[in-house]
């Protein structure tokens, strides 16, 4: 059974930082690209970043560039995202999300996400 | 960047009713469209890649249609269990960007 399980969220302080993990299990995890969605409370989704199976490509959406590095292990199935500068429109249940084989850049298996609270 | 507009926000229909949701690009983006689904409380579900190809599980009164710009989700039969939150995503190219959502429910 596919699995990915976010860990890593939590409060965090304006301007400080958070590193999530998402652990991946029940599929050839170095086969797949992996994304990070994000979503608000109440809100919509917002896709974060993208990184390839070989790590070789990353992309970031414009509203977390420069802040976020996201990167993994496929040695551990591990997918993370470091989250740098925090600031408080940050906040959501960020999700870790399968990229879909058939057509890259879709997502088909999501993660229950870890909620990121930014505030003093 | 392209930009993803879904209409409508939200709409409220009839069990049996045929349900169609638009999604609108503001460049082209060929077929390389997503839709989700999301249930109140649960994550996202992929139900349709290629603009038109059902994923597999996806009940067949779900369809998706349009090319280039234009986007249409139809649902030809509502259902209960499909009250939900759909969103459309672009995957051509990054930002790999979602639409801002149509809510359905039921009448």
């Known amino acids: 059974e596919v699995q990915v399980v976010e860990s890593g969220g939590g409060l965090a302080q304006p301007g400080g930082s958070l590193r999530l993990s998402c652990a991946a299990s029940?599929?050839?995890?170095?086969?797949?690209?992996m994304n990070w969605v994000r979503q608000a409370p109440g809100k919509g989704l917002e896709w974060v970043s993208y990184?390839?199976?070989?790590?070789?490509?990353?992309y970031y959406a414009d509203s977390v560039k420069g802040r976020f590095t996201i990167s993994r292990d496929n040695a551990k199935n591990s997918l993370y995202l470091q989250m740098n500068s925090l600031r408080a429109e940050d906040t959501a249940v960020y999700f870790c999300?399968?990229?879909?084989?058939?057509?890259?850049?879709?997502?088909?298996?999501w993660g229950q996400g870890t909620l990121v609270a930014v505030s003093s | 960047d392209i930009q993803m507009t879904q209409s409508p926000s939200s709409l409220s229909a009839s069990v049996g009713d045929r349900v169609t949701i638009t999604c609108r690009a503001s460049?082209?983006?060929?077929?390389?469209l997503a839709w989700y689904q999301q249930k109140p409380g649960k994550v996202p579900e992929l139900l349709i890649y290629?603009?038109?190809t059902l994923q597999s599980g996806v009940p067949s009164r779900f369809s998706g249609s349009g090319s280039g710009t234009d986007f249409t989700l139809t649902i030809s039969s509502l259902q209960p269990e499909d009250v939900a939150t759909y969103y459309c995503?672009?995957?051509?190219?990054?930002?790999?960007?979602f639409g801002g959502g149509t809510k359905v429910q039921i009448k």
């Open positions: 999300a399968r990229g879909f084989r058939a057509a890259a850049g879709a997502v088909d298996y």
């Open positions: 029940g599929f050839t995890f170095s086969s797949y690209s």
């Open positions: 990184i390839s199976s070989s790590s070789s490509t990353i």
């Open positions: 460049q082209g983006i060929s077929n390389y």
């Open positions: 290629g603009a038109s």
């Open positions: 995503q672009k995957y051509n190219n990054a930002p790999l960007t």
